[in-house]
């Protein structure tokens, strides 16, 4: 059974960075692909960036060049290294490994 589990938001100035976290219980996480999503106030969960279990990574338009996604598959963990940050990113930021969620954890971008 996995469960996932994200950490690392919180609250930065525009301009700023972060670097959220997904740890991953179970023995399959190294032979999916992993995703990042998004879910901003009044609006639908958005595809952010997924990491295939190789290593290839797509992202959406909207943080190509600014959000970086990596995996540690020794340690069963995913990263999304966020530079640049805009008040557009604010959501709750969402990791996914086949049909699993976390349950989420809030970032916003605020002065």
């Known amino acids: 059974q996995v469960q996932l589990v994200e950490s690392g938001g919180g609250l930065v100035q525009p301009g700023g960075s972060l670097r959220l976290s997904c740890a991953a219980s179970g023995s399959t996480f190294s032979i999916y692909a992993m995703g990042w999503y998004r879910q901003a106030p009044g609006k639908q969960r958005e595809w952010v960036a997924t990491i295939a279990s190789y290593g290839s990574t797509a992202y959406a338009d909207s943080v190509k060049g600014r959000f970086t996604i990596s995996r540690d598959n020794a340690k069963k963990t995913g990263y999304l290294q966020m530079n640049s940050l805009k008040p557009e990113d604010t959501a709750v930021y969402y990791c996914?490994?086949?049909?699993?969620w976390g349950r989420g954890t809030q970032v916003t971008v605020s002065s």
């Open positions: 996914q490994l086949m049909d699993k």
